[in-house]
């Protein structure tokens, strides 16, 4: 066994130890005690009333899982800290005339959905029961915990399914012409444990166990077994939880809300988990145990109200929330029982909380005095802030029904707010938004089937299937919004129709979905712009008086992440009105202009001529033709960019991109044929497709390569580029333009074009009597090219790693042909934690950006680097960038305050701050 040095660990008197009691742990022993365990210890420790009780550690479990049994050692130490027990309590486990009850519960380091739920009132027997009975002077509750115990432990330990308890309780009610479990008496309870041991008895092949020590080792037993569940597995695979942590046992002695209306068991947190604030939020229900509360079997009552209840108990809550508050710095949640007017703390925990109530509570901490600002900064992440750029639905609309009814809700697999006319297949979907009109694409699931129909809609939404179904993965790749797995939804794709709660929505009627919480409307809910938009955009002022709480705390923590973070961030803009809003977002200069947008539209045509250019004049009038009007963007570029980089990339597709799509042009050239009527141009753009025809275009001659072999083609791009550079230094302007080139994969190529680029330039300057400086660099985006770095860095004033090209040339796979064909499953399977486009694969691509990088600098020691694929405003990806120091990330201009907020996260975790 390890030895354990973590200092927090107060040392067994013999070797390892695998049990604590509440007294010994505190929070910072997640890893070994768990969550449950550690916050128990905590509060514990904090003088806060929590029921005495017991952790087993993950290393007892890990040993378990190894050896298939608990550690030598484990059952003597578990009878001592039992032994200690029922000493501080003054009754021992199971005893006949007074029985101890304990809870055996999971917890593992991070909390875990597919794990063992807990066993209540363990302990119980047909003895004890009467002794409980006695001593609590209620038949009732002795005999309502007794059946909760056989049917919690039947189904969670012995397998029994649970259905069975539940209709046998069922039955029980409508026999006694009842709803709620407490109207059931002592004598129904009495009868109901009778027939819950037969189900045992002839569903598990054995006796409900009368032994108490029985009962909670063959509990503790279930719960390491379940941390290699399938459902269990799955989560870890796809949340990226090691396989390996294993999971604590908390025993805790048991204390009853289900005593009578003077008892009862509740939830609360510290501050409102949704917007932040500060007040009194939870809910209490009398009379009632464990899961009751969120179970839904009788209605609750707010928090509040307990006030009214037990004020004793409530003023205590307070200030206990209170002191938990200032002790863990944060929102906690909290699960309490009150036991005849007594109140005592079962849990707590750093709380979940909405993506705007992350920013509000992070500042509000700060104004309090309990955070600084790196740590403010660390409590939020990019996902948060992006999820808060996205429209929404007006929430007067979609919460206070004015107009949009809710019609049911799935998982919200991918943000946003869409409204549009319900179709059920791709076809319609395509053919009606051909027409302009806005459609939802409703399918059970989709497949790579409806990829365009998916393209098509405003949003999709799914009754089957989880985060990781096609329609998920798909919509988030696209950016679109996405709910799924809405089960209450019945879709019936051949009649055109869903029918839910009774509703029937036709092909045709108006539904409105959102991504963000999975709520589905009929009707359209009005769409207003996200205020975080709206302040980046410059329109909504944080300083203003009046301005939304949530724009103020946005404004404080991006103000400190721009302070502190080491990166720069540019964005990938093609035109001027990218540029100025990248600008506002904050964009440090333009990392990628793609040219290849330049050259559609109407400037296809030239293209065209560019491509059937016979002769070198032919070829030559066709450049000249494009030249002044790719200058014309350049210098609106160049403007809009004023004083910061642009760096423009040379033609990177492959031509045939540019011409008529292959078979719409056959059935032209054919008809025209069989009219007799034969046009010159046509024929020859028809061969031209078949000569530029490709297997696999991405491969094919794109890039350096289309540069190499078009004599002229990106002379005149540079001279454009050069021509506009200096149009722009007479008018007294600053463009500092960049020329990069694609997809090389040898100095060799890179020499060749810098050479034939520095004599454009040199013409530049000498006609038109201006100094020009203008960087020239390279993509890293082969294979090749990052393993011959050194190599390149001499040709090569920056690099920007072409990080999509890179993620497909490395794993040998392209992104259209496989992220709708094969990617669900291997997320299911867990080969993929999340897509490599999404975020970077650090041990394969990640490993070659490095490396690269490492080469580059050690050629030339002021290589400027940067990346300039997708992943740049992935947050994961930005950590990683910033780890391998490279000086800028580039991406999509909306994407931009997501990588400025998670580049000052990176530099300021790396400055050692206390990282979550
Ligand atoms: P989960 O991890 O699902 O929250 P818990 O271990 O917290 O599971 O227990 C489930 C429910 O039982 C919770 O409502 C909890 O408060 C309650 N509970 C657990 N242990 C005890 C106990 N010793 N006495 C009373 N209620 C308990
Ligand atoms: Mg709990
Ligand atoms: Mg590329």
Not at 64 to 76: C, I, Q, T, V
Not at 99 to 112: T, W
Not at 713 to 737: C, H, S, W, Y
Not at 828 to 854: N, Y
Request: hydrophobic content about 40%; glycine content about 10%.
């Amino acid at each position: 066994m390890s030895e354990n040095k973590d200092p927090h660990v107060p040392q067994g008197t013999q070797g390892v130890k695998f049990v604590y009691d509440f007294t010994e742990g505190n929070k910072e022993l997640k890893d070994l005690l768990g969550g449950k365990g550690a916050n128990l210890a905590e509060m514990t420790n904090l003088g806060l009333p929590v029921p005495p009780g017991f952790t087993i550690t993950t290393e007892a479990c890990k040993v378990y899982l190894d050896s298939g049994d608990e550690p030598a050692a484990l059952r003597d130490e578990v009878s001592a800290h039992l032994s200690a027990l029922e000493a501080a309590m003054g009754k021992k486990l199971g005893q006949a005339d007074d029985p101890l009850l304990v809870s055996v519960r999971s917890g593992a380091k991070f909390s875990m959905p597919g794990m063992m739920d807990t066993v209540l009132n363990i302990g119980l027997s047909d003895k004890s029961v009467q002794g409980l009975a006695k001593q609590s002077g209620d038949d009732r509750f002795a005999w309502d915990s007794y059946r909760r115990l056989i049917q919690m432990f039947g189904k969670t330990v012995l397998g029994v399914d649970g259905e069975l308890f539940e209709d046998a309780l069922d039955k029980a009610k409508q026999a006694k012409k009842v709803t709620v479990d407490t109207d059931l008496d002592a004598a129904e309870l009495k009868k109901l444990v009778t027939k819950f041991k037969k189900i045992v008895k002839s569903e598990a092949g054995r006796d409900f166990p009368q032994d108490a020590r029985e009962q909670m080792d063959l509990a503790i037993h279930a719960v390491f077994d379940s941390w290699n569940t399938d459902r269990a597995k799955l989560y870890r695979r796809q949340e990226r939880i090691p396989g390996d942590l294993g999971t604590a046992v908390n025993v805790c002695s048991m204390v009853f809300g289900n005593l009578g209306p003077d008892s009862g068991t509740g939830v609360a947190f510290t501050r409102d988990p949704a917007s932040g604030q500060q007040g009194v939020y939870g809910d209490y229900l009398q009379n009632a145990q464990g899961e009751d509360v969120v179970a839904g079997i009788r209605n609750t009552v707010p928090l509040a109200d307990l006030e009214q209840i037990d004020k004793k108990s409530y003023d205590q809550l307070m200030q206990i929330m209170e002191t938990l508050e200032t002790h863990y710095k944060d929102l906690c949640d909290i699960e309490f029982t009150i036991e005849r007017g007594q109140l005592w703390m079962l849990q707590t925990r750093v709380g979940k909380r909405t993506a705007g109530a992350a920013f509000r509570i992070a500042t509000q901490l700060v104004d309090q005095g309990l955070i600084d600002e790196a740590e403010a900064l660390q409590r939020v992440n990019g996902a948060q802030l992006a999820q808060l750029m996205f429209p929404r639905f007006d929430d007067e609309y979609a919460n206070g029904g004015k107009g949009a009814e809710q019609l049911g809700r799935g998982i919200a697999a991918s943000p946003g707010a869409a409204v549009g006319k319900a179709v059920f297949d791709s076809y319609t979907a395509i053919k009606w938004s051909r027409s302009g009109e806005k459609v939802i694409l409703i399918r059970r699931e989709t497949n790579p089937d409806d990829l365009d129909g998916m393209i098509a809609a405003e949003g999709i939404l799914t009754s089957r299937g989880g985060k990781t179904s096609h329609a998920a993965v798909v919509a988030r790749g696209m950016g679109k919004t996405c709910v799924c797995g809405a089960e209450d939804l019945e879709v019936d794709t051949k009649r055109r129709r869903l029918t839910v709660n009774g509703h029937v929505v036709e092909e045709g009627d108006v539904v409105s979905i959102d991504g963000s919480t999975g709520k589905v409307y009929l009707g359209e809910v009005p769409v207003v712009p996200s205020p975080v938009v709206e302040y980046f955009e410059g329109r909504m002022h944080a300083g203003a008086d009046d301005a939304d709480e949530l724009v103020k705390a946005v404004h404080r923590i991006m103000a400190y992440a721009d302070r502190v973070r080491r990166l720069r961030v540019r964005a990938n803009a093609d035109n001027a009105e990218d540029a100025l809003r990248a600008r506002r977002f904050g964009a440090q200069g333009i990392g990628l202009c793609r040219t290849e947008h330049m050259f559609l539209g109407e400037r296809r045509e030239m293209v065209e001529h560019l491509i059937l250019a016979d002769t070198d004049e032919e070829r030559e009038n066709a450049l000249k033709e494009l030249l002044p009007l790719q200058k014309r963007d350049f210098i609106e570029l160049f403007e809009a960019m004023d004083g910061l980089p642009v760096t423009v990339r040379l033609l990177d597709p492959p031509l045939h991109e540019f011409l008529p799509d292959i078979t719409e042009l056959s059935v032209r050239v054919a008809l025209a044929e069989s009219r007799k009527d034969h046009n010159e141009n046509d024929l020859r753009l028809l061969q031209a497709v078949h000569r530029l025809h490709e297997q696999n275009p991405m491969l094919g001659l794109r890039g350096v390569r289309l540069g190499l072999v078009i004599p002229g083609l990106f002379t005149m791009q540079v001279r454009a580029i050069a021509e506009a550079a200096a149009e722009r230094k007479n008018a007294k302007g600053d463009p500092r333009a960049e020329i990069m080139i694609p997809l090389v994969g040898t100095v060799q190529e890179l020499e060749i074009v810098r050479e034939e680029a520095e004599q454009v330039i040199a013409d530049v300057e000498r006609t038109t009597g201006v100094a020009l400086k203008l960087a020239l660099g390279t993509m890293i985006e082969l294979p090749r090219a990052a393993l011959t770095a050194g190599q390149i860095a001499e040709a090569a004033e920056f690099f920007s790693f072409g990080t999509n090209d890179l993620t497909q040339t490395v794993w040998g796979f392209s992104r259209d042909d496989v992220e709708a064909s094969f990617f669900t499953a291997y997320l299911e399977k867990g080969i993929f934690g999340v897509s490599p486009f999404e975020t970077i694969d650090k041990d394969g691509v990640g490993k070659l950006v490095r490396d690269a990088a490492a080469a580059g600098r050690a050629t030339r020691p002021d290589l400027k680097l940067g990346v300039c694929g997708e992943h740049g405003g992935d947050p994961e990806s930005v950590h990683f960038f910033h780890e391998v120091g490279l000086d800028y990330v580039s991406c999509s201009p909306f994407r931009i305050p997501v990588a400025r907020l998670e580049a000052g996260r990176a530099a300021s975790t790396s400055a050692g701050s206390d990282h979550r």
